[in-house]
């Protein structure tokens, strides 16, 4: 929303600050957006006297004048046809710059020297030329500041306003909060040339009439109010200066008169007006009803619209004439020749409105403030203060004026407990001040039995129940005027997320290793036909939810890759989602990727050549330390070139192996992997007892046939070689005709908790262990 | 052949003590190519019986595997100075091993749920795919309002949408706990914004609620105070402003002194001095209603913000759109 600085000082009667207006505002809740002084362009011209006015020797149409500027006369050619003698205007000297970035220097014009420039409304940026150049109806002494001598320096100041306060959408609104915030009265200054005898629209039930027009209603639920007036022997035309500059203020092109003067009342009193051109009502009639079917209406943005059952229409005694709260109706609008006004003043259903607007996927300054409500209780002032000006500003005379309101409502009251504000708030709030605080927003307050009973002003539908009083409280006593001090509390009765503790050890390990956290986007295109896909997604390439990490993580890679980043290790932790089994939201499923590619350390002057490599060894480890951390308690096994986890049920649920990406030859293959995590039972440490006895190795290097597996082997050598055999990691593999194919050596570890293993008693263990495997995995001992 | 072997194996033990001119000759006398022992045994190898052939052969290889290495090894140590007046250039860099990151919205998330740790919040998360019910109903949000515009909404089908804020825990944990209730929420957030250097459709958000008998609009600008006073620095100045959020009534807008200008303005904070932190306010007594809790007995308040916003402001990064690239000179920045 944006605010004059000068219309809401207009109501206040004293002269504001605009830095100190945006702190007040702010701490009443409409925080300032951006503040902007206007015209400062204008800050170098002055106010000049003509003296004299003389013909230009050498060309008929320019004037010679001799200008006063307040220091001394100059002489300046004018070519415009009103310049006069005695008369006061604007006056750019030798150097100043104007508007659009014109530098005024002397010249000679036709063989003159003229010093400067008198200047035009349009050279100053005020607008259209009249006649000519900008006279000026001041008591300034010439050489006074342009801006110092009209009511043009003005401040454009934008709030945000929220949804519940429709009320700070016009300039009365914003005006009766910083009245309550500096103490003073708020006053609407009248027009000038307004009548003074306007007087109040007659009620009506349903259906009445202002000068012989019938005004009717007949969907009360969508227009519970509506109120017009006619006005007959109006001119249109261009709005006095004063109009436009208020709307050039605030962001508003001047249109004429009769438009500005509606735009005017809906930016200063949040009440949209709608004037119809009386001749073009057939009737003349106006009928406020739903749309009937087939029924079409041409708005006044030239768009042909086909409205539904459900829009309330403002009809004349036959058709469509404008969408009630959103737009006229072409066939209605007023034009230049228009003598005879209905002005409309209405009260539309807010959700009526809104549904209205979303349907016709058009959205007005009018239906902006319907649909979050405006003042039902003050519709026949804000008529009479739009009529006032109309006449004004385009001339003409009441003829009549009625106010439909099929039910009238009154303001509601609401009871508000002063404990409870305490309560609430937490500081005693003493009850004159609770009074003295709404009473100063428009409140009316009257206290009844422990209570207080709360009248609410028609400007804020907001206030419904004891809690918004609540609020308004402790806004107007302001929010940094209660203390910060804590006080005892009581611990949390929900229990932490089983989830955070086993997230944070896979960030602990991944990052311990080297791997970075990365955050892929969510959204792309389909992974699976079990990807989600959004029902309105913002373009197609980011229409489905993902079902896996990987592809998040490959692009990243290959987004390194694209900026010469060789050496890529990143983990992420995120969810990925499904299509539902059962009911209607997606499966969610927790999800631990990673991927490394390039070197496996940093490099090192101790190191020649190049490093090592990551490969599918280093990839196989870190899945299975994170499945240890992160995953359903399962198993790693082969599949294929890589592998994958099986949870205990035998699903799959993680896998890990090279990754396909679009690699650059100068990059290293890439692996990565994923697992489902899963938040098992906490894992608990129970300490074993160091051992007291010393350990015996012996390494077995074996033969194996093609197909027999390491962990095959491992499997008969802990089951034999139990309890004695501690542990066994293969160390060495080596390939060769050789030795007849593959040959795995292990070391195997062995150890008696309560006594020194003699070697006998090892070596028999390690021949059992050799003849069970030859038995079973026809596996023989390499010999040596 | 044999002893051959054994031979050159004694031969071979004597690499580990030999000083370099020794080392030389061992190296040519052993495994040169023309006279070196090993090769001219490794040269006899196919006169063998093949029965010889295969287990002498693998012996006399892997022994040259192990000679190699012991060689390598004796070399590299020769070559590094030590001990007393040796030359070692200390200035030399030392050995590294990659060290990973944590995420900087993982960074600021955990430090914030810490801070609230102190006040007796725990941390818990939700589900992402939401029901209207539990992201606007359940919250006092009615969709027939302009106050549901702020939060244009992705919808997965069946009335299912990606919730539009953290929010709708507060009423998935106030319907399965009882009071005392102090919970903080960080989770990810989807709103049908167009990326640009400050917005993302995908954002991270971190909520807060507690809820018991007696608390108040005091309370809730102290945990907030204590909060921020933690997370930058003591002397920063905390300011509450009314705000509107359909589910907290009185509601705020917390603002924070600039981080970046100490509060004498700048473009960070569009000269403003302030940075606007988090919306928050008093539980409305609408949601207790509708998440069954009895709203005359209990009040609480809430609290939303934007761990991403948080974390460019504190690591001053100039684009949310850097948070998703897995950039590895960004992520780095951050160990
Ligand atoms: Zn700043």
Not at chain 1, 8 to 16: A, G, H, I, V
Not at chain 1, 551 to 560: D, F, I, K, M, S
Not at chain 2, 63 to 82: M, V, Y
Request: hydrophobic share 40%.
């Amino acid at each position: 929303m944006n605010l004059s600085l000068n219309w809401l000082s207009s109501m206040l009667n004293r002269s504001l600050d605009a830095r100190e207006v945006g702190d007040l505002l702010a701490r009443a809740g409409a925080p300032v957006e951006a503040e902007e002084a206007l015209h400062q362009d204008l800050g170098d011209v002055i106010v000049a006297l003509v003296e004299k006015v003389d013909k230009h020797p050498n060309a008929d149409r320019l004037s010679l004048c001799q200008v006063n500027d307040g220091s001394s006369v100059v002489e300046v050619v004018c070519g415009a046809p009103n310049v006069t003698a005695g008369k006061k205007y604007p006056y750019a000297r030798v150097g100043t710059t104007l508007p659009g970035g014109l530098k005024l220097e002397s010249r000679k014009i036709r063989g003159v020297l003229s010093n400067g420039m008198l200047c035009s409304a349009k050279e100053l940026g005020l607008g259209v030329d009249h006649d000519g150049i900008l006279e000026l109806n001041t008591d300034a002494a010439p050489g006074t500041r342009f801006l110092d001598a009209m009511p043009l320096a003005d401040h454009r100041i934008t709030i945000e306003v929220t949804a519940n306060r429709p009320d700070l959408l016009g300039h009365k609104g914003v005006a009766r909060e910083l009245a309550a915030a500096y103490g003073v009265p708020l006053r609407l200054p009248p027009f000038p040339g307004a009548p003074t005898d306007v007087r109040e629209a007659t009620r009506a039930k349903g259906a009445g009439a202002a000068d012989g027009v019938e005004v009717r209603i007949e969907d009360a639920e969508g227009c519970p109010r509506y109120l017009a007036a006619v006005i007959r022997g109006v001119k249109v035309g261009p709005s006095p200066d004063w109009l436009q500059a208020r709307l050039r203020a605030i962001g508003a092109r001047p249109i004429n008169n009769v438009v500005d003067a509606t735009n005017y009342i809906l930016f200063e009193l949040n009440q949209p007006l709608h004037a119809f051109d009386l001749a073009r009502l057939k009737g003349p009639a106006i009928v406020v009803r739903r749309a009937k079917p087939g029924e079409r209406i041409t708005t006044l943005d030239g768009v042909v619209r086909v409205p539904d059952g459900e829009m309330t229409m403002i009809c004349d005694a036959t058709t469509p004439v404008a969408v009630a709260g959103v737009m006229g109706g072409q066939n209605s609008e007023v034009s230049s020749d228009t003598t005879d006004i209905l002005l409309e003043c209405a009260y539309f259903e807010p959700r009526r409105i809104r549904r209205t607007r979303k349907a016709l996927k058009t959205s007005t300054e009018a239906s902006y403030r319907f649909e979050r409500g405006i003042d039902l209780q003050s519709a026949p002032a804000a008529l009479r203060r739009a009529v006032e000006l109309l006449v004004a500003v385009a001339g003409g005379t009441v003829t009549g004026s009625v106010d439909v309101y099929p039910s009238p409502v009154h303001e509601p009251t609401v009871f508000l407990r002063t404990d409870r504000v305490a309560h609430l708030l937490g500081v005693a709030v003493p009850v004159g001040d609770i009074e003295r605080h709404l009473v100063s927003v428009g409140f009316a307050v009257a206290p009844k039995d422990h209570r207080l009973a709360v009248q609410v002003p028609g400007w804020r539908p907001d206030v419904t129940g004891e809690v918004d009083l609540i609020e308004e409280v402790a806004r107007l006593r302001g929010y940094d005027n209660f203390p910060v001090e804590i006080r005892a509390f009581r611990p949390s009765t929900v229990p932490d997320d089983p989830g955070e503790r086993v997230k944070d050890a896979v960030r602990r390990l991944l990052t311990g290793r080297g791997l970075h956290e990365t955050r892929s986007f969510p959204l792309g295109a389909q992974g699976s036909p079990e990807a989600v896909e959004l029902e309105n997604p913002m373009s197609a390439e980011e229409a489905y939810l993902r079902t896996d990490l990987s592809p998040g993580l490959v692009r990243a890679l290959e987004h390194n890759w694209a900026v010469r980043e060789r050496d890529v290790r990143l983990f992420e932790l995120g969810i990925v989602f499904r299509k539902p089994n059962a009911g209607k939201r997606p499966v969610e499923t927790l999800r631990l990727g990673a991927v490394v590619s390039g070197a496996r350390t940093p490099s090192h002057w101790t190191v020649s050549g190049k490093a090592l490599q990551y490969d599918r060894w280093d990839v196989k480890a870190l899945f299975e330390e994170a499945a240890a951390l992160a995953g359903a308690f399962g198993r790693v096994v082969e599949d294929g070139d890589g592998w994958k986890l099986e949870d205990a049920s035998g699903r799959v649920c993680g896998w890990a192996g090279e990754l396909t990406a679009d690699r650059p030859a100068w990059a290293a293959s890439a692996f990565g992997f994923e697992l489902d995590v899963h938040v098992g039972q906490r894992r608990v440490v129970v300490f074993a007892p160091l051992p007291g006895t010393p350990p015996v190795e012996r390494d077995l290097a074996l033969v194996l046939k093609p197909g027999v597996r390491a962990d095959q082997v491992e499997a008969v050598m802990r089951r034999v070689g139990a309890p004695l055999l501690e542990t066994c990691r293969a160390f060495d593999e080596y390939r060769s005709e050789q030795v007849g194919g593959r040959s795995v050596a292990w070391r195997l570890v062995f150890r008696a908790g309560d006594r020194t293993l003699r070697d006998e008693e090892v070596d028999a263990v390690v021949k059992k262990i050799v003849g069970t495997l030859k038995e079973e995995l026809d596996a023989r001992l390499r010999e040596s | 052949m044999r002893d051959k072997l054994n031979d050159l194996a004694s031969a071979a033990a004597e690499i580990a003590t030999a000083d370099a001119s020794r080392l030389a000759e061992l190296k040519v006398s052993l495994l040169g190519r023309k006279a070196g022992k090993l090769t001219e045994l490794l040269r006899e190898l196919p006169t063998l019986s093949h029965e010889e052939r295969r287990t002498l052969g693998a012996q006399a290889n892997e022994l040259k595997k192990k000679i190699e290495a012991d060689i390598d090894e004796r070399e590299r140590t020769l070559a590094t100075p030590s001990g007393a007046g040796a030359d070692v250039d200390g200035s030399m860099p030392g050995r590294q091993a990659w060290r990973g990151a944590l995420h900087p919205v993982t960074l600021v998330v955990d430090e914030i749920c810490e801070i609230f740790r102190e006040l007796g919040f725990s941390r818990v998360t939700g589900p992402e795919a939401e029901t209207e019910e539990y992201n606007f109903t359940k919250l006092n949000i009615s969709l027939d309002h302009p106050a549901a515009d702020a939060q244009d909404t992705f919808y997965v089908g069946q009335g299912t949408l990606l919730r539009t804020h953290t929010s709708p825990m507060q009423a998935r944990v106030m319907e399965t706990n009882k009071p005392p209730i102090r919970v903080v929420v960080p989770g990810q957030v989807y709103r049908r914004d167009a990326f640009d250097p400050s917005h993302s459709p995908v954002f991270e958000q971190l909520e807060g609620l507690a809820v018991d008998e007696g608390l108040s609009f005091v309370d809730f600008k102290a945990a907030i105070d204590y909060f921020v006073k933690r997370f930058f620095t003591r002397d920063t100045v905390v300011r509450f402003e009314p705000s509107f959020f359909p589910f907290v009534e009185p509601g705020a807008q917390v603002q924070v002194q600039c981080v970046m200008c100490r509060g004498s303005g700048c473009s960070t904070c569009k000269q403003s001095g302030f940075l606007e932190i988090m919306g928050a306010g008093m539980v409305h007594p609408e949601v207790f209603t509708r998440c069954g809790l009895d709203a005359e007995r209990y009040t609480g308040y809430a609290f939303g913000m934007g761990p991403q916003r948080i974390a460019m402001l504190r690591y001053r990064i100039p684009d949310i759109r850097l948070f998703f690239e897995g950039d590895m000179r960004f992520l780095g920045q951050f160990t």
